[in-house]
């Protein structure tokens, strides 16, 4: 097991945190952080960075923290003791389902999880994301169309849509990201 906390350097970073307080609509990651030899430096350097460019490669900081989350119709982004910023507006909706690893005797398996149903986030291999996204141009639509929210079952009709996601097209995106290798293994 990885863990720098006590450290004098920067931020500790603990593997137990690498997803600490993440949520259905929060996602909190934290990995650990590695100088090394670089050919545009003659001191060995940090070239990892988090959502939104930090910490730079002279910080002493030992982790790399993301956080994201979903507020005022925009993916909010922050870490490394940095208010969170927009990165992404125009978001209607945003869902993160966690991919936990299960080993046991009859083999390996991985289970799609909300994060209340996470039985030990050390597992958690990676995350699904989900993103409603609406455009800035009002179009008409025809009075029955509609699209499928993230859970997949949720049917959203245009014409039931107000203020500034009225008469907009949404797009729905999903995308799975491995947070870390598939050989971890629990402790």
């Known amino acids: 097991e990885i863990s720098t906390t006590g450290n004098s ?13 993440s949520t259905d609509t929060v996602l909190k990651t934290a990995f650990r952080r590695y100088v090394e030899p670089v050919y545009t430096s003659s001191d060995e350097e940090a070239l990892s960075r988090n959502c939104i460019g930090l910490p730079g490669k002279t910080s002493k900081d030992r982790s790399i923290e993301s956080a994201f989350e979903f507020k005022n119709n925009s993916l909010l982004c922050g870490g490394n003791g940095q208010a969170a910023q927009p990165i ?11 991919l936990e690893q299960i080993n046991n005797a009859a083999g390996t398996t991985i289970m799609r999880r909300k994060a209340a149903a996470v039985t030990n986030w050390r597992r958690v291999q990676g995350v699904e994301v989900c993103m409603v996204l609406y455009g800035t141009e009002a179009i008409d639509m025809p009075s029955d169309s509609k699209y499928l929210a993230c859970d ?3 049917e959203v009709k245009f014409s039931e849509l107000t203020g500034e996601r009225k008469n907009r097209m949404h797009l729905l995106v999903r995308s799975t990201f491995q947070l870390r290798s598939q050989g971890l293994l629990e402790a």
């Open 9 to 21: 350097e920067g931020n500790d970073f603990d593997q137990n945190k690498t997803l600490s307080d």
């Open 152 to 154: 997949g079952k949720t």
């Open 88 to 98: 992404i507006n125009n978001v209607a909706e945003v869902q993160f389902d966690y």
